[in-house]
Every structure is written in structure tokens, then in C-alpha cells.
């Protein structure tokens, strides 16, 4: 290989993961005194902080017109298809193409990684998923894989008709998923996206009972790609900023996914998700006509398994009455989210050289000083 082909693909490589270190060296709100909801955090204030869980990106960010990616969620390391999760997903407003609904609805389960990314690529993920299932040890046999993908359109800073995200992309994704921190802002499936008309992105927060409580976690994560007035700790930003729907074209989607080591049930985790919609409206998200806002829950306190000699499910559930703490913490954990996306995201220009600006962070804590919610 010739040395300026070499340094192509070296160049190509730093255009990848720049925006990652970026979004790594911003403060996230707590740093300034914002406090989101009563409820404590977990150690990373992450979804990770839910044992087992794990997240992995691949972030496409090249050239002038490429800036997408793709994120990927694992409720647990082991073959996801034979030890199933249990699972739910809520519909917020319909307008996506989220892969899988129908039968996470019907049966309660999850055996799939959770993939996010953008609108025009959820085929070829859902395909990479296909393709990674069959392929792990123990699935020699299997003849129907249940693929979850979301996403938000990415098309205003990426060249979304160019499809750009490839299996491999996916894959990748999955293989590199791990425990421990995840890395905020311009990066995976938040790549491109928008929010409130800042530039959006990947957002985790987590919440952590007492134990008094029943010492569950609860751990959201987000693409943030809609539009409203933006709130942040019941203060109203989009107003004072003049920035705000209907004042601007301002649309959108958003995915949630949200995991938990409490055991629940398919019935109580959907009524967990319809929590998490809660903690968007707080952040002030209308989810408009144009918007496909998701909500995917799983809990990791048990496992399904595919086949069994046994003809019952022996499972000890929470009871209805012990899950109004754990609604609580989806709400706060998922606003916390939003926000952190925003704080954590940089200014980009993309495609067609349209230019979206990050949410400009000091006046944003001024105004919070302001009304007393941050120090």
C-alpha cells in the first residue's frame, strides 16, 4: 500500500473518532450543580450501572456529507436468542420503522441485541443482527430470528439516501460492546441528530433505589432527534433562548431503552416504559406528528430460555405494588438522558453544508443559576 493511500485511510480513521473524544471532555450537567428528579445515581450515572448491560458504537463521521452511526445494546453476555429477555415496547407516537414490535408485544421477550441508527439503515442492520445471531454457538438450527432496531433520521447533517451504514458497521457495533462508561454526544446512532434544534445524540443516565425500596437499577439510554420547548430542571431554555417549535421547524424522533435488574414481568415492563415517555415530556418534547418516539424495556433479572424440558415458567415477579419507585427512576433516569445528549453533543456541519450548533452550554447554566437550579 502507498504511503498516501495509507495516510487516507489514517485520516479517515481521526475523522471517525474525534467526535467521540469530544464529547468525552464535556461536563455533563451534574458537573454544574443541575440535579434531575430525588433519586440517587448509579456509580456511572450510565445504563451500564444495570449489572451486565452492555453498549457498543461505531461512529461514521467523514468526509463532508457522512455522519451517522450505529448503537448497540446487550441486556447480558450470553447467546441472547437461547436465554431470552423479557421485554416491552411502548409507542409514544408511531411514525418510525422500528423492526420487531409485534413480537416482543405478543410474546414478552427479547433475543436480540438492541440496535439503534438511522431511518434508512434499519433493513441492513436488521440483517447484520439475522446474521450475528445465526452465527453464535448454539443457534445451529434456528429459522426465525426476532431483530429490534430503532431509529431517527439522521438526513439533515447525513447523507441518509446514500445508506452508508454496512453490516460489518453493525456487527461491530455488537462485538464492541462493553461494560463501564459510554461515551455521550456526536457519536453512534447520535451522530447526525438534532434535538430542540441543537445538535442531539446519545444520552444515558441511570437511578439507583435504597434499599428500602427494593436497591433496583434503572438504566435509560437515548437518540435524541425531536423537537418542543426545551425544559431542563423545570426551567424553560427553548424560551428564553428563542428557540422552540412552531417558532421553528423543529421535528423529530427519539428512542428510549431502558433496562432494569428488577424482576418484572412483559406487563409491568411496559408500563415501566410508559414512565420513560413521562421523563421526555419533562424535557419538554411534544412528540409531534412527524416523530417516532420509542420505548424499548428489558429487565436482566432472569432469563427465558428458548428450550426447556419443563412445561412452566417458575418466576418470582415483583408485585404491582412495589413498582411505583422503579416509575420514578425510568422518569428521572430518561429526562437525565435528554439533557446529557444535549450537553455532551458539539456543533457539526454535514451534509449539503447544513451546519447545526451544540446547545450553547454557558448561558444555558447562567439561566439555571438564574432560577436557582444550578450552582
Known sequence: ?????????????LLTLVPAAMAQSSKRPRDYGIRFGVLPTGPLNAITDVPGVRVGQVTLNQGQNIRTGVTAILPHDGNLFQQKSPAAIYIGNGFGKLTGYSQVDELGTLETPIVL???L??????????????????NEQVRSVNTVVGETNDGTLNDIRGRHITKQHVLDAIGQAKTGPVIEGNVGAGTGTICFGFKGGIGTASRKLPASLGGYTVGALVQTNFG??????????????GKYSFKEKLDGS?????????????RNLKRLAKRAFMGLAQTGGIASNGSGDYVIAVSTAYRIAHETASSFDELKLLRNDNVSPLFMAAIEATEEAIINSLFAAKTSTGDQGNMVEQ?????????????????
Open 1 to 13: 500500500m502507498s504511503f498516501i493511500c495509507r495516510l487516507v485511510l489514517f485520516t479517515t480513521s
Open 117 to 119: 441508527t438511522n431511518t
Open 254 to 266: 427519539c428512542m428510549m431503552v431502558i433496562l432494569t435488574d428488577a424482576p418484572l414481568d412483559a
Open 228 to 241: 418542543g420547548v426545551l425544559q431542563i430542571a423545570g426551567v424553560p431554555i427553548g424560551v428564553a433562548l
Open 359 to 375: 446547545l450553547p452550554v454557558d448561558k444555558v447554566v447562567d439561566l439555571l443559576k438564574k432560577a436557582g437550579q444550578a450552582r
Open 121 to 138: 439503515s434499519v433493513p441492513t442492520a436488521a440483517d447484520a443482527v439475522i446474521d450475528y445471531t445465526l452465527a453464535q454457538k448454539g
